[in-house]
Nanobody
Framework: QVQLVESGGGLVQAGGSLRLSCVVS????????MNWYRQAPGKQRELVAS???????NYADSVKGRFTISRVNAENTVYLQMNSLKPQDTAVYYC?????????WGQGTQVTVSS
């Protein structure tokens, strides 16, 4: 059974940093493009960052230069390092991948940035 478990969220002041982790089990992790999404209250879920199986990252314009996505295939883990956090980064953050036409999601981790 495929499971994604996120951790690392919390409350931080503007300008601070957090590192999110997502551990994946039950899947061929190294073959998957991994994604981080976020959803703020009253807003649609949006893609924040992606990393391909060979480690190529891609970022939403709103987080470029502040967030870094990385992966350690030997640990089945994808990370999201978030620096220079802003109140508008407040959201529930989810990791995700697609496989055989199906989307897999974690339970999410709350990030709250105070001004």
């Amino acid at each position: 059974q495929v499971q994604l478990v996120e951790s690392g969220g919390g409350l931080v002041q503007a300008g601070g940093s957090l590192r999110l982790s997502c551990v994946v089990s039950g899947s061929f992790f190294s073959l998957n493009t991994m994604n981080w999404y976020r959803q703020a209250p009253g807003k649609q879920r949006e893609l924040v960052a992606s990393i391909t199986s060979n480690g190529s990252p891609n970022y939403a314009d709103s987080v470029k230069g502040r967030f870094t996505i990385s992966r350690v295939n030997a640990e089945n883990t994808v990370y999201l390092q978030m620096n220079s956090l802003k109140p508008q980064d407040t959201a529930v953050y989810y990791c995700n991948f697609l496989r055989a036409g199906r989307a897999y999601w974690g339970q999410g981790t709350q990030v709250t940035v105070s001004s």
